[in-house]
């Protein structure tokens, strides 16, 4: 199993600016996945972070909107760029188990924007 | 294309049964089940392959019928503890590899 540390857990945020969240895996993945789950909703897939290449995203999410960096095979950000009060929501990181396909969620950042 | 669960709510007693169903419109390669309690990650329950695969541990179990593209959730002789929201998570395979569309989510209330 993986655990995954995501910083910070939740933060309050004021409209236009930014807030980069990090995410550490305590070993070494191929694929990272940010999703973005809105107030009383699911889960929705931002974006596929690989190690060493641009980020994959998904339908509907820019990668001006939400810059990815992923420098090496244990960590990520995610930034969520000029905030609106839309993007408050919960973002999480997970992480795959190659062998069994179990998804690792961290404990998700809670974004608030006001 | 998001998978569609049903019901969207189930009150139950405890020791009572629950069945939740999720349905996709497109070839499955696997489908995963969730549960999600308040302020909480998810944390998996199982995975199920297509092969018309049934899986289970403990009191919970899940059948993937791959021609139908749908899988079941069996919840028997329900616990307090098995409230939260359940979500399925759908994989199409190929290049989506690894990611998962989410279903929208059954909240589940056990009561004493």
């Known amino acids: 199993s993986a655990v995954i540390s995501q910083k910070p857990s939740r933060d309050i945020c004021q409209r236009g600016t930014s807030l980069t969240i990090q995410c550490q895996v305590d070993s070494q993945v191929t694929m990272m996945f940010w999703y973005r789950q809105q107030p009383g909703q699911s889960l929705t897939l931002i974006a596929t972070a690989n190690q060493g290449s641009e980020a994959t995203y998904e339908s509907g999410f820019v990668i001006d909107k939400f810059p990815i960096s992923r420098p090496n095979l244990t960590f990520s950000t995610l930034t969520v760029s000029n905030l609106s009060p839309e993007d408050s929501s919960i973002y999480l990181c997970?992480?795959?188990?190659?062998?069994?396909?179990?998804?690792?969620f961290g404990e998700g950042s809670r974004l608030t924007v006001l | 294309q998001q998978p569609v669960q049903s019901p969207q709510a189930v009150i139950l007693r405890e020791g009572e049964d629950a069945v939740i169903n999720c349905s996709s419109s497109k070839a499955l390669y696997s489908v995963h089940w969730y549960r999600q309690k308040h302020g909480e990650a998810p944390i998996f329950l199982m995975i199920?392959?297509?092969?018309?695969e049934q899986k289970g541990h403990d009191k919970i179990s899940a059948s993937f019928n791959e021609k139908k593209q749908q899988s079941s959730l069996y919840l028997t002789a329900s616990q307090l503890s098995y409230s939260g929201t359940y979500f399925c998570?759908?994989?199409?395979?190929?290049?989506?590899?690894?990611?998962?569309?989410f279903g929208q989510g059954t909240i589940l209330t056990v009561h004493p």
């Open positions: 998570g759908t994989e199409t395979g190929g290049t989506s590899y690894g990611k998962l569309t």
């Open positions: 997970s992480v795959e188990d190659r062998a069994t396909g179990e998804l690792f």
């Open positions: 199920l392959l297509k092969g018309g």
